[in-house]
């Protein structure tokens, strides 16, 4: 089978990596690739969203199966380009697009079809009728960029001089571009967020294993919004009883909404939750993976996946056939200095290949680019906000995981042992965080960082931590399988 992948992130490097492995798979390009995509994958330089580049490649070299990684080329419509030749993709339509595309027409679509989210005060064209607006809405309010704002469109203001600052910024100085024509203001939800994927072909659908993301920058929770620094994932993140809520409360009502809405929704649809008091309620729907959580997911995925993606294009998604490693992932991520605000760029990245080397490591980039024969961080790209990625998988069966983990010291010559002692420190707070069944993501101390084997980026005149690095944890707590998670494995069909 010949693949192709589009997107170059840390999501395409792990989909790549994966579709690899397949005995099915004989070529994977990818479009547009990255400095780490380019060892296992060709790279293609043409941008995913350009839809009418990516058909006059694809006609070239009639891929078997094309996978769309960014949400970009489903707005821009590139499936409907390619069911229209009949070529098999991976993702769902322009129209159904629209469910991540427009934020007003994801809640309309909500509303219609009953499905519980926050609840929403208005859309507005102008600035004008958003300040009338604001006078009888509940305070903090949220406001959102009704289209694609790369994670600069939602707002939470608590007052109204800093609700009328974002509204200005957005729709009078048009800070956010076309994103930001409509806006919409909606009520807050509290509770903790949670992130649910699924895999549909329009007719069944298979739950991925459960997921959350870290979003701030920094130790603590704290500094601003990221487009994500780690993510983990556990079967332990979600309590039975509530996964079998969220999917009969709103995965299955958002199938049977776009079948009504005459939608045939064939790929990914993530459903970003708020778990309130009042049960879990949508506070989003992307309409592909989600990037850093497919690093997590794809560590324990024990499945071909390529057989997956061939069946879900057909038509014939069988639920059973995705079957996950027990135990629980995790990606952590080094971004370069500054992020998310200003970063240099064009910086030579250094220790991947030691750290590539690692047992039960798997190192995935995104941003970065290949200057010759070495890595750089990547300026030209979207992703390079992002910066160098390096995700590392260790596994906890490493014999050096039972290192007892000294507090605070961190700092290690020694690549292996300081992997073992990470890995012994992951599963800690993985642990105790579920023990503890508050499942919030730990941040990382600082001295963390300098765990990292190998790592150095050079930059002149800034700290070495100028890279995003990432490394998952793969642990095995569960060796075995209970009769009920089998049986969730099977989603009943749609109709
Ligand atoms: P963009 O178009 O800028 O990429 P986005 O897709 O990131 O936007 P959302 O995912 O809808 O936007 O919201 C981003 C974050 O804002 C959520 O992950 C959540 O933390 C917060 N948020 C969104 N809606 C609400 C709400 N109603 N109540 C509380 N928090 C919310």
Not at 182 to 192: D, F, K, P, Q
Not at 233 to 238: H, P, R
Request: glycine share 10%.
């Amino acid at each position: 089978m010949k693949i192709l992948v589009l997107g170059g992130g840390g999501r395409e490097h792990a989909l790549v990596w994966k579709l690899k492995e397949s005995p099915l798979v004989e070529k994977i390009w990818c479009a547009p690739g990255n400095g780490g995509i380019a060892a296992e994958a060709e790279c293609v330089a043409i941008d995913a969203g350009d839809v009418s580049a990516i058909v006059a490649f694809a006609e070239k070299v009639h891929p078997d199966l094309t996978v769309v990684g960014p949400e970009l080329p489903l707005v821009n419509g590139l499936t409907d380009a390619f069911r229209q030749r009949n070529w098999a993709v991976i993702g769902p339509s322009q129209q159904a697009a629209q469910l991540e595309g427009s934020k007003i027409f994801s809640k309309e679509f909500l509303a219609r079809h009953h499905i519980p989210t926050a609840e929403m005060y208005g859309a507005y064209d102008s600035s004008a009728d958003v300040y009338k607006a604001l006078s009888s809405v509940a305070w903090p309010v949220v406001i959102k960029a009704d289209g694609l704002c790369a994670g600069k469109g939602v707002f939470l203001a608590l007052d109204f001089a800093s609700a009328k600052d974002f509204v200005e910024r957005v729709m009078e100085k048009n800070e956010l571009g076309a994103g930001g024509k409509r806006i919409l203001l909606e009520e807050t939800l509290e509770g903790e967020e949670l992130s649910f994927i699924i895999l549909t072909d329009g007719n069944r659908y298979a739950p991925l294993v459960r997921t959350r993301d870290h979003k701030r920058v920094y130790d603590g929770n704290q500094g601003p919004n990221t487009g994500g620094m780690g993510a983990y994932s556990t079967d332990e993140l979600l309590p039975d009883d509530l996964r079998e809520t969220i999917r009969s409360k709103i995965v299955e009502p958002t199938l049977h909404g776009l079948a009504d809405d005459g939608i045939r929704y064939q790929g990914f649809l993530y459903i970003g939750l708020m778990l309130t008091n009042s049960g879990p309620k949508v506070l989003e729907f992307n309409c592909r993976l989600g990037d850093p959580e497919t690093q997590a997911i794809l560590a324990r995925l024990d499945f071909d996946l390529a057989e997956v993606f061939s069946d879900v294009a057909s038509g014939r998604l069988n639920p059973s056939k995705l079957r996950w490693k027990p135990g629980a992932s995790a990606c952590v991520v080094l971004a370069s200095g500054g992020y998310p605000g200003r970063f240099e760029s064009e910086k030579h990245i250094e220790g991947l290949t030691a750290a590539q080397q690692i047992n039960g490591v798997k190192v995935l980039h995104a941003g970065t680019k290949l200057a010759g024969k070495i890595v750089v961080t990547n300026g030209g790209s979207r992703d390079a906000q992002r910066c160098l990625s390096l995700r590392l998988r260790c596994c906890l069966e490493n014999p050096l995981r039972r290192n007892a983990l000294p507090k605070g010291h961190w700092r290690s010559s020694n690549p292996l042992e300081s992997c073992g002692r990470l890995a012994s420190w992951r599963r800690c707070r993985i642990y105790s965080g579920l023990r503890k069944s508050t499942c919030r993501w730990r941040s990382y101390p600082k001295s963390m960082l300098w765990a990292t084997p190998g790592l150095k980026a050079a930059h002149t005149g800034g700290p070495a931590t100028r890279a995003r690095f990432c490394w998952w944890i793969a642990r095995h707590w569960k060796p075995w399988t209970s009769s009920r998670e089998l049986s969730e494995r099977t989603s009943p069909p749609m109709a």
